[in-house]
């Protein structure tokens, strides 16, 4: 039924893997670098040409362990094999693991045989056994289809079949483990934090036999229950009042962890907070969900505060928290800044394109293949696209370039016009620059004069060509559907969406939306999707710099220039640091 | 409980982590022994890593973390140097490939691994992240080894030919970079590779760059292990 189970390191080494069928396309490092490279790993599956994928991190040895199948089936039981694999694994080899002297020899396939048929057998009893497990099942059908959905799977099945195979399972808490993940699927969207937390309050599954954690994990039981309370009055706290808000652990934590602080002079949480310094420093601990779901709510809150789209706060802090669970954490670390510092580098990796930015030397093999470069400018009502096609002009134009302007705007009165000053500005600035602008009035087809404009250029050695759009809401079907048809008979070499750096929640609806209609309308086999992003009126915003975010990680591509003032020269260059410690800056 | 005895231990704990991070940066600082590892994702990093560290191979996929390790250079059981040998091969996905920086100050050497076969149609790629390394303001004065692996492949270009793709290639991209928009907050950490007035060559940079061709699958990297040690004995 499986194609193939890999389980490899985070540095890309295969510990152990077993193939059942042929694999094509290495559908893993399409995995790695689409998904989990790309902090996308808050979602649940991947679907690659044939391959449903999923995976699941062992972060305390820094493994990754996938699974792959063919997405026509719907096998039930692939989570709690991939849990119950890594449980073992990881018990069996975790010296191994650690041991990198050498390279090791993983004979897991007896194992791995073994624990396969059992759940395969036991899924199959369900089946039988209950039949209505197939509403659920056809729910994660439905599910599995809406990328929002991040927690889906026949729970209600797989904890029932849970509970049967505990006597099976090595160990208690790994089935307490597979509990809290289920129950969470029950709930999925509805599911707020108080509920879950009650939950697993009262779930004392195995928590009896599970030696090493049990100390801590009834206590922040305990204290998270109480936090609950607390948060819930006040879950308007910023980061920064966190350690009020935290259990005294790592309240005492932060305070060590940032020598400048001073120790205050409280009897009571001293001695308490004396007891668990001492317990911290003897050794390191894991971390464990509880830990993470306060610091990240309020990591959540301040990055929204940062007018990072809602949808993106939270993919991003599960997908954090994914990459955390289970990492062990040394004496002097609190976990606000182990997560700080795990989302510094998330965002880093966000905002750092993935493809060349270089547009001058895309410019320059255009040149060489004789031919002029195209670049079209789409975006909402009001954003800057002419004001930043000038800008961008006057860049090219520093740099010696021939440009033509396409005037495609024929909608908005006064649009030309504009067009035209700025082409009387630019070749009056410019001593060899040469501007021209290609219009034909208004009401007529954009698509069309865009042609001609191409045609006009090729003909008359121009090196570049800006095609200026009519700015359209992205629901405006008609006019989304002129834009396709736009950029589907021109294919120009670049689209550009031009967007303030003042949207909000509303950055990630323009983008989809307009890349879908790219995909939608064109009736091409391989539509064209936009290539990079124009942040404008960024110097309106101060530090509330979300906008950059929700837009590098909707689309994926890079922001190219942002812009930042009303003059030609009010371009730049975005820098990568400058965003990420706008966004993380209390 | 004692509030006074506490504070002392609080103070005494205090001191001795800033001690050990003193001296634990101070002793980053003063060590140059690092080899790292760079270049493109599927070039071969990882297995290269493999090679040297262990002496075989298995499978690997794209990395997402970097893989550190120490080894030994061998001569029949004789160890050919002192110390066991720090390399670091860190990730070429585009995403990632800016914590090669966070090595930089420990480096001794750097080894980027090329893919011979795909070079031709790479080369816009590889000569880009060159670009950056070479740029990097602290990458001056570090040699360089640019190892053309998978040359058992048909399709493998020689080492002179890739040479001057890339010097063609970097030569493009030093006028674009250049000329491009500054950044937001201009603080320029960025060096001019070469010579003004002349086409690009690696000779004008002031980091020594060697090509040399060889294939991690066939086991033919002495030319890596010999020229490590070159350059640690070349202090």
Redesign the interface.
Known sequence: MLDFF?I????????W?KTFARITN?P??AL??EV???ERGGANNYVKDSYNIKWTFANEL?L?FVVAYQKILQLAYIEELLATIKKFFCEKFAEFIRD?T??HKYTFDDDFDSILRTLEEKDSKNDILKPPTNPTISEEVIARNIEAVHRNGGGKSKSRGNRSKKSAAPNGDFSEYVDKKSTKKVMRVWDDKLTKEEMNSLDYSGQNENIDMSSTAIRQNLVDENNLGHRSQDGHYEVADLKQDEDDESYDDDE?DA?SEN?Q?D?TT??SS?FSFFKN?TGQREINEEDLTLVLANMKEHLIKKNVAADIATHLCDSVSRTLVGQKIGS?KSIRSIVKQSMESAL???L?????V?L??DI?QAQSESRPYTICFIGVNGVGKSTNLSKTCF?LL??GFKVLIAGCDTFRSGAVEQLKVHVRNLNALGQNSVVELYERGYGKDAAGIAKDAINFAKANGFDVVLIDTAGRMQDNEPLMRALAKLVTVNNPDKIIFVGEALVGNEAVDQLTKFNQALKDFSGLQNPRHIDGIILTKFDTIDDKVGAALSMAYTTGQPIL??G?GQTYTD??????G?IVQALLKE | ?D?ST??WT?FA??AI??AVAVLNFLGNRTKKDTFLLLGL??SGK?SLF?KLR?G?L??????????E?HFIINDNGIPLVKNPIHIV?V?G??????KFSDFIPITRGIIFVIDSSTCAKNS??IA?YLYDIFAHKNVKNIPTLIACNMSDMITALPPERIRTILENEIN??R???T????????VDEVEYLGYESENFKFEHLENEVVFEKCSVKDGEINVIKEWIIDTLQGK
Do not use: C
């Not at chain 2, 996905?93 to 800016?98: S, V």
């Open positions: 890999t490899l390191t985070k540095g890309g080494i295969v510990l893997s290495s893993i490092d790695i670098k989990l490279i790309e820094d990754v990198t050498k390279l060590y020598t120790v002079d009897n001293k001695g004396l420093i002097f880093r990796r966000i750092t394109p993935k493809t060349s270089d001058l030397r320059l860049w520093q740099n220039f942002v930042t371009l730049k260059n975005m820098k990568v400058h | 409980m509030i506490f504070t609080i704990i205090l982590a800033i994702s599927d990882t493999l262990y075989s298995v499978q690997t996929h794209t990395s997402m973390k970097e893989n390790g091969d990730p996905h585009e995403k990632l490939r800016f816009r790629q880009e493009h991209l006028k674009t970079r000329s491009g928009l500054d950044h937001q907050d201009s």
